[in-house]
């Protein structure tokens, strides 16, 4: 079964940067993506960033471009987000999920994937 437990989350100052983890196990084959979700209080989930670890290409919300950027260590089966330039409208709790799916395309979707982590709190004080 795959598991995926998020760290890193915080309360940090506007403009601050902070970078969250998303461990993953349970798997053994590169027919997969990672994504990055958050949920704030009284709103729907919403996709923030994916990967697909078969070939590495990336997605971003519009409200993140430029700022966020996700990242994986093969090595060490976890999946990074870089956080900078942040927001209050970026607090949230994160969660990471594991989307299997054969030649690994990745969606922001949160209906598409198929496991998640309990997630991390963020919050961006004004």
């Known amino acids: 079964e795959v598991q995926l437990v998020e760290s890193g989350g915080d309360l940090v100052q506007a403009g601050g940067s902070l970078r969250l983890s998303c461990a993953v196990s349970?798997?053994?084959?590169?027919?997969?993506?990672i994504g990055w979700f958050r949920q704030a209080p009284g709103k729907e989930r919403e996709g923030v960033s994916c990967?697909?670890?078969?070939?590495?290409?990336?997605a971003y919300a519009d409200s993140v471009k430029g700022r966020f950027t996700i990242s994986s260590d093969n090595a060490k089966n976890t999946v990074y987000l870089q956080m900078n330039s942040l927001k209050p409208e970026d607090t949230a709790v994160y969660y990471c999920a594991f989307l299997f799916r054969l030649g690994g395309a990745s969606s922001l979707l949160p209906g598409d994937y198929d496991y998640w982590g309990q997630g991390t709190q963020v919050t961006v004080a004004s």
């Open positions: 349970g798997f053994g084959y590169d027919d997969c993506a």
């Open positions: 990967i697909s670890m078969s070939d590495g290409s990336t």
